[in-house]
């Protein structure tokens, strides 16, 4: 096993030179070891400096998303903040070692892929780390107040680590665990700081104070204390009686405001939310709700990362008109039957082959790879009518039936869709490309067709 | 001879001395010494004060004295659960522009933990009103009344310091009417106006209040006008709080507060213009006991208590050097000769007449005496409810009460000779329910 030791204070590592299997290379920053050729197992901070155990394990975890790194140190390790970026603390050998081979274990088991973009760092630091859970982490620094600090460290610089939380949540790879807070935002720029004040109803000022009210037994009379006070003591304005104790002469029913701007008497005040930020006055019901969960990576998360599957990426199509694929194909005889009595009523099925699917993730990363097949799904929502249906037969076959079609409005259909394709094109380097086929009614119809027959001849078309 | 014969006899006999001086003279040479030379001028003198005081007030322009000086109120609490919040809901209210700090000491807060709890919710409620503020303080173990009156005064930072009962609440305008008089640098303390609060309750309830009315409201209103008053009560007494401190406060043992009260006297001799003041308008509603058996339990305490205290721990403290002549005389005269030996006098009385006399001449003594405490009572129930109540129709609808007050005083009076004996004989002090046993045995006085 190769570690690396960043020996930032003089410390021992009992029980680590013990062993002959562990090959040690001193450093002295942790800029040396991101630098090294050589590939570490394990990475160790030696320090008593909280700030330098921040700094170091923040920038060596974001270079290194699966090695274990572990920190000795003689600071009090409960009351730490980077819990969340480290494996654990080197206290003894024994405990280090079953530790960091069993992060290594299902590391080496990882099909090595062409790029690790943002998913990948994350979904591997996870899957490598079966009890890991991403908690959400008070910082009154951040304008959203909670961070997750795994996913900052791998996140781009300026990154909306919130929106690719949620992104990670929608494809169903990771899986909240417990929800640890309720926040609300800024409707306009989004910041979690926000001043809560209390204001008139009606003029909206905030200069409002508290009035109690006094209920006079005698005559049943309620109004604002002031009215009672003349003098030294409390008398009914209405029926003149003396109000001497609480409980047997007068009581409090209420507490009213009043508004010292117009006057305005009443119950509740109006609670508005001012944005500390950016300075907007938003009432309270307008505000953003965000539930903070924890998180950890979700059985399907799992399988997508151990076999770089494509299910997650995919799924996104699966939000237009989807239907089962059983159902599809019912659906699809039923329109053949009915074509058998009545040939007017025409249907066509467009069947699609996303061919490029698994390069994309290579070169572009999982994540954006996403996010170009969200955009497609968009436009082809654009395109699909409420009567028509779509369903998946595989990864990257993607099947729409099209009923009261006939060959000349699937034409057009295909010709859409091969716009959709050149304007995407357009927008970058790489893009998404596939390959159309269709069948309609009325070009080319037999009498024994069945659902499944017209599906696999247009896939061997496909597969072409 | 049959009841009726007995009862004929006896009006006849009634009738008849007012028709023959000598009988009248026979009797009036058995009643007329302790009626003349203890009672009569003593209720003279009361009233003349309450006159005194009533014309004053009539005639002085009204002063408007704005001096508001922080007030400390520390609330004895005990057992009394929710009823602790009427108290503190009250002196909350209070219309005061200054500040009042509530000290709640609860005695023994481990076995009052009920009362404890719910002090302990009030802290909010207090907290919403400007310049009032609650502090609590839970004497865990139990140690007395007077090691709370003690702790209170302690942890107090107000110039004016009142003691007051868990179980009393008060007027809105307590505290200002209670702490105005303080203004006049002479002035070390103000005993409180103490009303019944249950009195609705029950008959004996019904009738402690016409006896607080007359022996609370109205003569220590009269004393008050002499610099005499005769005690500020331990339920309700206003202290100008670097006097009391410099007399260290209270000492252990039972009926702390006629013993506070004698002990500021003694200086009175030294420094004249001291002053002990009653107000009337200083108004704190109290429990009294609703049963027979409470009351004679109560009274028990508070008359065995009196003995003890000028008997046994005050014995040498009675001096006109120290006291002033006019509070020696009052003293000797309402606290010994009123409160402890003419019980005496009127149960000696009673049972030497029942075995000497003829049965209807001891009735006919008996109602004599009834007729004459009856009109007492009616003149100072009038001077109470016409001249000095602030409720004024409230009090007069107790005017029913009038004829059985002649008989509860004459009761609670053969009850007093009672608890003196048993102070006497057992000295009952000392298992007193004040203060635990621990406690009381230590006492050195």
């Keep these: 096993m190769q570690i690396a030791v960043l020996k930032l204070a003089n410390k021992d590592l009992p029980g680590l030179q013990d062993h002959k299997q562990i090959y040690i290379t001193e450093y002295i920053s942790a800029e040396q070891i991101s630098e090294s050729e050589t590939k570490f197992d394990v990475i160790i901070i030696i320090s008593d400096i909280e700030d330098e155990i921040l700094q170091t394990s923040t920038f060596l975890r974001g270079k290194n998303h699966i090695t274990p790194i572990y920190i000795a140190t003689g600071l009090d390790q409960e009351k730490l903040k980077y819990n969340a970026l480290i494996d654990g603390y080197y206290d003894n050998y024994e405990q280090f070692y079953s530790r960091a081979t069993e992060i290594l274990e299902i590391a080496n088991s990882l099909i090595n892929r062409g790029i690790n973009d943002l998913d990948n760092k994350i979904l591997e630091f996870l899957l490598c780390r079966p009890d890991y859970i991403a908690k959400p982490v008070k910082n009154w620094q951040s304008r959203k107040v909670y961070t997750y600090p795994i996913l900052d460290v791998f996140a781009d610089e300026g990154a909306d680590t919130e929106q690719w939380l949620q992104s990670l949540h929608n494809r169903d790879l990771i899986t909240q665990v417990e929800l640890i807070d309720r926040i609300r935002e800024c409707p306009f720029c989004g910041s979690a700081h926000l001043i809560f004040i209390d204001i008139c109803p009606n003029c909206q000022s905030i200069d409002i104070v508290n009035v109690p009210f006094i209920h006079c037994f005698t005559c049943g009379n309620v109004e604002p204390q002031e009215k009672f006070i003349s003098g030294d003591s409390l008398n009914c304005p209405r029926c003149r009686s003396h109000l001497r104790h609480i409980g047997v002469d007068y009581d409090r029913p209420l507490e009213n405001h009043l508004c010292n701007s117009c006057g305005h008497i009443f119950e509740e005040p109006d609670i508005i939310a001012n944005c500390a930020e950016c300075g907007t006055k938003s009432k309270s019901e307008d505000l953003i709700v965000i539930e903070k969960y924890s998180f950890q990576l979700s059985e399907h998360g799992k399988v997508v990362t151990q076999h770089d599957s494509l299910s997650d990426v995919i799924r996104v199509l699966d939000n237009i008109n989807y239907a089962h694929l059983p159902y599809f194909q019912f659906v699809t005889d039923w329109l053949i039957a009915m074509y058998k009595r009545q040939d007017q009523i025409d249907f066509s099925i467009v069947g699609l082959n996303l061919d490029n699917m698994t390069q994309l993730i290579n070169i572009l990363g999982r994540g954006k790879t996403s996010m170009l097949l969200h955009g497609f799904a968009e436009r082809l929502r654009e395109l699909v009518r409420t009567t028509d249906i779509c369903t998946r037969s595989s990864e990257s076959h993607f099947w729409l039936l099209l009923p009261q079609t006939n060959s000349k409005g699937c034409q057009l259909f295909k010709k859409r869709l091969e716009d959709i394709k050149v304007s995407s094109e357009q927008e970058g380097g790489e893009s998404l490309s596939f390959i159309v086929e269709s069948y309609s009614s009325d070009e080319n119809f037999h009498t024994d067709e069945t659902a499944e027959l017209i599906m696999a001849s247009i896939s061997s078309r496909l597969s072409k | ?445």
Aim: aromatic share 14%.
């Design chain 2, 1 to 445: 001879m049959t009841l009726l014969e007995k009862i004929h006899k006896t009006i006849i006999f009634v009738c008849e001395l007012f028709v023959n001086l000598d009988d009248l003279i026979l009797v009036a040479h058995n009643f007329i010494p302790y009626v003349l030379f203890l009672e009569l001028p003593f209720y003279l003198f009361v009233i003349f004060g309450i006159l005194k005081y009533y014309t004053r007030v009539s005639f002085e322009e009204p002063k408007d004295i704005l001096y508001y000086p922080k007030v400390s109120c520390v609330l004895l609490c005990y057992a009394e659960g929710e009823d602790v919040t009427k108290s503190i809901k009250s002196l909350a209210e209070q219309i005061y522009p200054g500040n009042i700090e509530i000290i709640a000491v609860i005695d023994g807060a481990i076995q009052n933990r009920h009362t404890y709890n719910v002090i302990k919710r009030m802290e909010s409620y207090v907290n919403k009103f400007q310049n009032r503020n609650l502090k609590i303080v839970p004497k865990w173990k139990r140690g007395g009344r007077v090691s709370s009156i003690n702790a209170g005064m302690n942890v107090s930072s107000g110039q004016v310091l009142m003691i007051l009962d868990g179980d009393t609440s008060f007027d809105n305008n307590m505290v200002r009417n209670g702490s105005k008089h303080f203004a006049d640098k002479n002035v070390v303390a103000v005993s409180g106006n103490i009303r019944v609060r249950n009195y609705k309750e029950s008959l004996i309830a019904k009738l402690q209040s016409l006896e607080y009315m007359i022996s609370i409201q109205s003569c220590r209103l009269g004393l008050s006008e002499f610099n005499t008053v005769n005690n500020v009560s331990g339920a309700f007494g206003i202290f100008r709080r670097s006097f009391v401190k410099h007399i260290y406060g209270w000492d252990s043992g039972t009926a702390e507060d006629l013993d506070l009260t004698f002990r500021i006297k003694q200086y009175f001799g030294k420094h004249k213009n001291l002053k002990i003041i009653f107000e009337k308008d200083a108004i704190g509603h109290t429990n009294v006991p609703a049963t027979i058996k409470d009351l004679l339990d109560q009274r028990l305490r508070w008359d065995g208590d009196l003995y003890w205290l000028y008997f046994r721990k005050h014995q040498s403290g009675f001096a006109p050097k120290l006291l002033g002549w006019m509070n020696f005389i009052s003293i000797i005269w309402y606290g010994i000769l009123f409160q402890i030996v003419m019980p005496f006098m009127i149960a000696g009385y009673t049972v030497y007449s029942t075995f000497t006399q003829p049965g209807y001449y001891t009735t006919g003594i008996l109602v004599l005496i009834y007729v004459f405490y009856l009109i007492v009572a009616l003149v100072f129930f009038l001077l109470s409810s016409v001249l000095l109540s602030e409720r004024k129709s409230d009090d007069l609808k107790k005017i029913w009460l009038l004829p059985f007050f002649p008989i509860y005083m004459f009761l609670i009076r053969l009850w007093a000779a009672v608890s003196t004996v048993a102070e006497l004989v057992l000295y009952s002090n000392k298992s007193s329910s004040m203060a635990p046993y621990w406690v009381l045995k230590r006492v050195k006085f």
